[in-house]
């Protein structure tokens, strides 16, 4: 019979300090019983009390493999609510290698990349969306994002969306009862009552896609775009920014050509910069690629870094640029404020007000760093006043929660649709069962098996 015990390396595959070996399932104390002998030769491990941690050797019959740190975690208070063991080994690849293969020889198999986090689910110790925020802790690019994720993995998510989930049910069954005993139950006045709770809920699931738009950037880095004319100063910012000289600088108009791409982390929130080829109309064939890039660029902004060059004055490539940035994100900076100026704040404010924009305006100089911290000020202020706090929003930071609630509040607006049309009673519940039913595959209250498995399989081994 195939043995339902599973072990794997939780630690990374690298020589570090210490290796973790972890099993879980019913046999896990019948199989370290085999395999540990005792610093004092105590008592087995699956007579002693649970949460405990002992000291002893890891031995294959009368060979000796490892000095070890063995943790005995009793079912239903684990992370699986199996039995659970954990030998702390050191931390050679070989080492664990050997452990690992000591406790499958002894009756554990090797388990799938996730299965411990799947177990934890199926055991009902998590929900889905709890056990997606592991995946987003260990795979967190920065504090921000890791801040999010615990949250999430303390319930946050789920909280709210069962609240909504559950008041949408609420509304079914009272749809479902009126319609089966018309006689005691009336349903008049309910269409009115109704839209107003799916106007309610539908915010509410709107504000956590707002918050989920935030929650990508902040996973994957914000795409920050610096554009500007030829010499306007761009690739000096670049450098300043990422602390190195990534890209060349040199007073020759037209010296970057291709896009150049650097991360940067402003205090734990991740830049992706793009140094940029100057705008302007060229009939070099190569220059000109670059600077069709350029302008493309500026369809994966996230913000857009506008570099004014302080000591000319704005002329048609700066129209140009101008043109493109009405519906962008954008910082202006007024670069070689070191210089005598030909452009001033107030000019560069005017023309943005011509065309209707009010960016922010900063004074700098790459070549004094003057104006530096300012500018990472003003990034910082601008994604997070007001629009994410992270003490107690909820961040939905993956791509499949969102499309599920962006299909959740697509059947409440059908609902709502069908209440402006005056369709019959029966209609609305199929809608609002699409929703619950939507609501749920974020929870996992209602999610196939097909895409828990997807789920567990992006988890990496030993988790
Ligand atoms: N005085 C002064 N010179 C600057 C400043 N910033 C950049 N420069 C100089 O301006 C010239 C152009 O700088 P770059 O950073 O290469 O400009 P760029 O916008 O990347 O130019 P292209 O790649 O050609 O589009 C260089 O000689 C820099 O040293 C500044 O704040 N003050
Ligand atoms: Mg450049």
Known sequence: MKTNTIAA??????????????????????????IYRGKKGE?????????????GYICD????????MVLVLKSPNTYTREDTVEIDCHGGVLVMKRILETVIKYGARPAEPGEFTKRAFLNGRIDLSQAESVIDVINAKNDFSLESSLHQLQGNLKNKIKEVRRKIIHEIAFIESALDDPEHISMEGYSEKLKE???????????????????????????????????????????????KERAIVTNIAGTTRDILEEQVNLDGITLNVMDTAGIHDTWDTVEKIGVDKAKESLSRADLVIYMVDASTVLDENDEEILGLLSDKKTIVLLNKSDLEKSTTENMVFSHLEERGMNHPVLSVSMKEEIG?????????EMFFAGEISFNDEILITNVRQKSFLQSALDSLNMVRQSIEDEMPEDFYSIDLVSASEELGNITGECASEDLVNEIFSKFCMGK
């Open 9 to 34: 390396i939780a630690t990374a595959m690298s020589n570090s300090g210490i290796g973790i070996i972890r099993m879980s399932g019913e046999e896990s104390f019948e199989i370290i019983d085999k």
């Open 372 to 380: 530096v911290k300012e500018i990472k000020n003003k990034i910082k």
């Open 61 to 68: 019959g009368e060979k000796v493999i490892d000095e070890v």
């Open 197 to 243: 709770i799916i106007s309610e809920l539908s915010l509410e699931l709107k504000d956590l896609l707002l918050s989920s738009e935030n929650g990508e950037l902040l996973k994957e880095g914000i795409n920050t775009v610096i554009i500007g004319k030829p010499n306007a100063g761009k690739s000096s910012f670049m450098n300043v920014l990422s602390g």
């Open 43 to 55: 008592k087995k491990l699956s007579e002693v009390p649970s949460h405990t941690i002992h000291y």
